[in-house]
């Protein structure tokens, strides 16, 4: 992958798609629930472009997917979100690129990330509780200490005041709703309404 000077990555973390989207299990079969895994991420991906996309995995089914959409694959640490991301964006800076947005496969209404190449200093998106972060965008050098989890936009916030004078947060409503459980996904656009098969409870 090349990357000219200046350039802009899209780095975006994926879990296997076997098993994805637990707590969709009391709403969603097994194989809906890796279709609808599945169709997000590449509609993140896709959300990207004209971007350069970087997909951090740590399996196998997931780095051909991830090939086959042009993306390229790079092998995490299973079952450590935090270190998958950091190693993505030390892996992406190696190669050349000097601006990484992390954006999270699970945004179904994801639009336009190239846009963050024009960001200036730390950017941030929170979910629509302001709890988790679904996107963040920073100079690929930054040397920031990712903590995902329940409550991490404000350690996100936190941190990345103390790595930068230029903090933003947007607030951008599209990129703040995520699919998490089975409310989030009731309110799902009827776009995906072909992806999935709601079984009964």
């Given amino acids: 992958m090349d990357a000219p000077a200046g350039s802009h990555a899209v780095l975006v973390p994926v879990k296997s798609f076997r098993g994805a989207k637990g707590r969709l299990g009391r709403v969603l079969a097994p194989a809906a629930r890796s279709a609808l895994a599945r169709s997000m991420a590449e509609h993140v991906v896709v959300a990207s472009a004209p971007a350069a996309v970087a997909v951090v995995h740590d399996d196998a089914e997931v780095g051909t997917w991830a090939e086959n959409l042009g993306a390229l694959a790079i092998d995490g640490p299973p079952g450590d979100l935090d270190a998958a991301v ?24 994801a639009h336009n990330l190239d846009r963050f190449a024009a960001a200036k200093g730390i950017v941030l998106v929170a979910d629509r509780q302001r709890s988790g972060t679904n996107v963040i965008s920073l100079p690929a050098g930054c040397d920031f200490s990712f903590q995902y989890g329940l409550g991490s936009f404000a350690r996100h916030l936190a941190e990345a005041r103390r790595r930068s004078d230029d903090v933003t947060v947007d607030d951008d409503p599209l990129l703040a709703f995520d699919v998490d459980v089975p409310a989030d996904l009731a309110e799902l656009p009827t776009w995906l309404s072909g992806v999935v098969d709601v079984v009964s409870k």
């Fill in 86 to 109: 950091d190693l993505g964006r030390r892996r992406l800076a190696e190669l050349g690129f000097s601006r990484v947005t992390i954006a999270h496969a699970d945004l179904p209404l």
